[in-house]
Nanobody
Framework: QVQLVESGGGLVQPGGSLRLSCAASGSIFSFNAMNWYRQAPGKERELVARITSIDTTSYADSVKGRFTISRENAKNTYLQMTSLKPEDSAVYYC?????????WGKGTLVTVSS
């Protein structure tokens, strides 16, 4: 069993920064790739960033150069978000695929507004 808990969301002005955290508990190991997704109202959930077991990272085109995913040991993953735009407003979810199951956290809300 795996549990994921996101934190760090909030209200920020355009151009501001936030750092999201994902704390994993249970049987998570360094070989599991970790992902950040987001879902805005009325839109489908989209993959924002991924970090693999060898720390290879990839990003959605819309966030390249502004967001950075990182991990500290196998159980803590972060998403540093800078130069935030109103269109970045969404619920952000941490995700891992492990043991044939897609695990999700409950999400943390990011609102970018003046």
């Amino acid at each position: 069993q795996v549990q994921l808990v996101e934190s760090g969301g909030g209200l920020v002005q355009p151009g501001g920064s936030l750092r999201l955290s994902c704390a994993a508990s249970g049987s998570i190991f360094s070989f599991n790739a970790m992902n950040w997704y987001r879902q805005a109202p009325g839109k489908e959930r989209e993959l924002v960033a991924r970090i693999t077991s060898i720390d290879t990272t990839s990003y959605a085109d819309s966030v390249k150069g502004r967001f950075t995913i990182s991990r500290e040991n196998a159980k803590n993953t972060y998403l540093q978000m800078t130069s935030l735009k109103p269109e970045d407003s969404a619920v952000y979810y941490c995700n891992v695929f492990a043991y044939g199951i897609n695990y999700w956290g409950k999400g943390t809300l990011v609102t970018v507004s003046s």
